[in-house]
């Protein structure tokens, strides 16, 4: 159940956390995040990768990351995928995602900065 808001400093915290998450969704940062969301995609498991994702960066309070959702990639035997853009431009697209493994790629690849190879697709 949510917590009921009964003060100016609730509405102030529950105001600060949307706008926390609608900021991972907001202007270019040093790294974007697409996650495929076609019907191939959401019937693979894309939803529970994104919402990972989501949980991932919150955790490492990573900042410096648009989080965005895209339409079928045209991989469909690969989903869920994602693909990852960072600040060089260099293009990263992971797929045959679940969570656990979205969860490593934010902890490996966003935050350490070493892509994970084993579930990069290769093209």
């Known amino acids: 159940m949510a917590k009921k808001i009964t ?3 609730d509405l ?4 600060e956390k949307v706008q926390g998450a609608v900021d991972l969704r907001g202007a270019a940062k040093e790294m974007k ?4 969301l076609g019907t191939c995609g959401i019937a693979a498991g894309a ?5 990972a994702i ?5 955790k490492a309070d990573a900042s410096n990351v648009t ?8 991989l469909c035997d ?11 431009g260099q293009v990263f697209r992971y797929g045959r995602l679940d969570k656990a493994k ?11 900065g070493n892509p994970v190879t084993e579930h990069l697709i290769k093209m």
């Open 7 to 9: 003060s100016l400093e």
């Open 12 to 15: 102030k915290a529950l105001r």
């Open 33 to 36: 995040i697409t996650v495929h």
């Open 47 to 51: 939803r529970d990768v994104l919402g």
């Open 54 to 58: 989501l949980a991932e960066l919150d």
């Open 67 to 74: 989080l965005t959702q895209a339409g079928c990639a045209g």
């Open 78 to 88: 690969r989903e869920p995928m994602l693909t990852l853009v960072d600040k060089d």
């Open 102 to 112: 979205a969860r490593e790629i934010v902890r490996e690849h966003v935050v350490r």
